[in-house]
């Protein structure tokens, strides 16, 4: 695709906009993030990630391992060979984090607890109504802006939506419901989120309507889960480090032009991601790997769908590398058909 002067131009002026923001001292730039361990496994942060991470159970060309890297964020799952190369293809959005302490019959005994203050939001005590379990999800508001943490696979839940809880509170115990783990595997999944949309289930029975939703906004398709145990590790160096400035430390794996939308809602969240701009003719959204929007920078284009305009280039399928967003290798790609259902999710078609 190609840009006019236009479009240099609407770069420019984002490029002002997201500067004077900055300099106008924007609260959300400007409070670092407070968050503790859910657990009494501290090991991620003396560099101990065997100890840190619940391992994973995998069969790869005849031999059998369990690497604690599966616990990890990203794609650290489903390896598969292309020649000399070996990709990991399945996307893992939190972390696993294993037991310290267990019962005679193997149970896991670890209380989870509350990364930072806040409010819960949503509980799910029916472990068969999710693949993560009995899990609660929890607002926090960092900056002035809500984000969303997200523990999995508990065996028990120990508060109730509308509870107001602060840092290090017991809000469950470790567990092993949910889909494909075991009593062995018992962990933590952690997750800490952004929330894509304030109306999903409009969005979900547009896609899905024989599915159901018994989550409502707090399905885990609703909820994009960034890097925590690299948020950790920052913070551990510096206390004082913001999400937005963590998000600027994030790669551009590709970007999408979209027309504006009357119900894309994120942006009132996270006013951080566009400079404060909540107007604009078309918005360019640049993606990290794992899908997460990293930047909006105001347009000019005329686009009627989603347009991709750069992809970060790679011989290997795109598909396998970005959570099936993005079809095709090397400089021949388009958004696939789950893309374009996720970009609706984000800037819903008015």
């Known amino acids: ?29 400007g409070q670092p993030v407070d968050i503790i361990l859910p657990t009494e496994n501290h090991a991620l942060l003396s560099g101990d990630y065997a100890a840190f991470y619940q391992y994973i159970k995998r069969d790869f060309e005849g031999e059998s391992s369990t690497p ?10 489903n390896p598969r060979r292309f020649g000399a190369t070996v990709l990991y293809t399945r996307f893992h959005e939190g972390i696993d984090i ?88 018992s962990h933590v999944h952690l997750e800490l989120n952004l929330l894509l949309n304030s109306d999903f289930e409009k969005w979900s029975n547009k896609y899905f309507p024989r599915d159901g939703n018994r989550h409502g906004n707090y399905n885990g398709q609703n909820l994009d889960g960034f890097d925590i145990a690299r948020l950790y590790l920052e913070l551990n160096k510096n206390p004082q480090k913001t999400i937005p400035e963590f998000f600027q430390e994030e790669t551009t794996w590709y970007r999408v032009l979209v027309p504006a939308s009357t119900r894309m809602d994120l942006l009132q969240r996270y006013p951080w991601l566009s400079g404060g701009q909540t107007a604009a ?70």
């Open 98 to 185: 294993q037991p310290l302490h267990r019962d005679a019959k193997g149970e896991p005994l670890d209380a989870i607890l509350a990364i930072a203050a806040g409010g819960v939001v949503y509980t799910n005590d029916v472990p068969s109504y999710s693949n993560y379990g009995r899990y609660i999800v929890i607002e926090h508001q960092f900056g002035g802006c809500p984000y969303y943490s997200l523990y999995a696979h508990l065996s028990a839940i120990q508060v109730h939506v509308g509870d107001q809880v602060s840092q290090g509170n017991a809000i469950g115990v470790m567990g092993h419901t949910g889909e494909g783990i075991d009593r062995e595997r």
């Open 68 to 77: 604690w890297q599966g616990g990890q964020y990203g794609f650290v799952r």
């Open 281 to 350: 003719k078309t918005w360019e959204i640049s993606f990290n790997q794992a899908g997460i929007p990293i930047r909006f920078q105001a347009n000019v284009q005329n686009v009627q769908k989603p347009a991709l305009t750069f992809v970060k280039f790679s011989r290997y399928p795109y598909a396998l590398q970005t959570r099936g967003y993005i079809q095709g290798s090397g400089s021949n790609y388009s958004l696939s058909r789950e893309g374009e259902r996720y970009l609706d999710l984000i800037s819903p078609a008015d």
């Open 1 to 29: 695709m190609r840009f006019g002067i236009d479009w240099i131009t609407s770069r420019r002026m984002a490029g002002s906009a997201v500067l004077m923001f900055a300099q106008l001292g924007f609260s959300a730039l």
